[in-house]
Structure formats: C-alpha cells, structure tokens
C-alpha cells in the first residue's frame, strides 16, 4: 500500500463515518420529532379519532411503495446532472405518487368496511397529503442539498 493509498482510505473512512454519523442523527430527530407529535395528538384527540388517524396513516404507509425523496437521493448521486435529469426525474416521482393516491383512494372504502369506519376514507384523503407534500419539496430540497459542499 502506498501513502496514497492511506490517505485516500483514510479520508473515505472519515467520510464514511461521519456521513454515517449524521445519518443516524437525522433518523433520530425524525424518530424524536414523530414521537413528540404522536404524543401531541394523543392529548388533543378523542381516542377514536387518534385510531382513526393511525389507521389512516398506516394505510398510506404501507401504499407508498417508493417515496419522493428517495429519486432526491438518486439524483444527488450525480450533482453534475440534477438540471438535466430534473424533469424525468419529476415525471417519474408524479407518476408514483399519483398512483400512489389512486391506489388509496381505491383500497380505503374496503378498509374502512372492513373495521366498520366509514369515516377512514376521508381521513386516507387527509393522509395522502403528505406524500404529496414530499413530491413538491422534492425538487427544490434536492437541488439545495446537490450544491452543499462537504
């Protein structure tokens, strides 16, 4: 091995662990930040309306199969072709969330049949937004995050 070699393996671990290390402190304050809101919602809401909005939440959950920020990601991996590829990008992350909405949409009034809560279509709709919240601050919070410098 050459000191080249060393310092390169040297500054990739560094990387590498510090990425690793603010990684873990993002899913923590996400974890921390739900927790609280959770706990929030459980004092203002009367406990069925709580479970119903668990319900809800669970069901688009489990609906989103890949989330806009994730195509963020992808093409954060390539800084020099987030202009280029924005607009494919774009398309392919509405594609997936508006199916996303459809296939909620679609499966919600059997859910709610299903636990006697006619109420949980309407509350499925409140919860789809958040995916497309995520849809629209996918570009712009991809395009800030692809011009910091490490």
């Known amino acids: ?23 873990f402190l993002q899913v923590l304050c996400n974890k921390g930040a739900s ?16 479970g119903l ?11 989103t199969v890949i989330a806009p920020f ?3 990601d992808v093409l954060i991996a390539r800084p020099a072709d987030v202009r280029r590829l ?5 398309r392919i992350c509405a594609i ?11 499966i919600a009034p059997s859910i709610a049949s299903r636990y006697q809560q006619p109420a949980l279509v309407a509350a499925c709709a409140w919860a789809c937004l958040r995916p497309v919240s995520d849809f ?7 395009e800030l995050r692809s011009r910091l410098q490490f």
């Open 1 to 23: 091995m050459t000191s080249d070699t060393t310092e390169i393996g040297g500054s990739l671990r560094s990387t590498a662990i510090s990425g690793g290390l603010w990684t």
């Open 136 to 142: 629209l601050a996918m570009m712009p919070l991809t």
């Open 53 to 63: 909005a668990n319900l809800a939440v669970g069901v688009v959950g489990c609906v």
């Open 35 to 50: 927790l609280v809101g959770t706990v929030v919602l459980m004092y203002l809401l009367q406990p069925e309306a709580f």
């Open 86 to 90: 924005r607009g494919t990008a774009w």
């Open 70 to 72: 994730t195509m963020g």
């Open 96 to 106: 997936v969330t508006a199916s996303t909405l459809v296939l909620v949409m679609v």
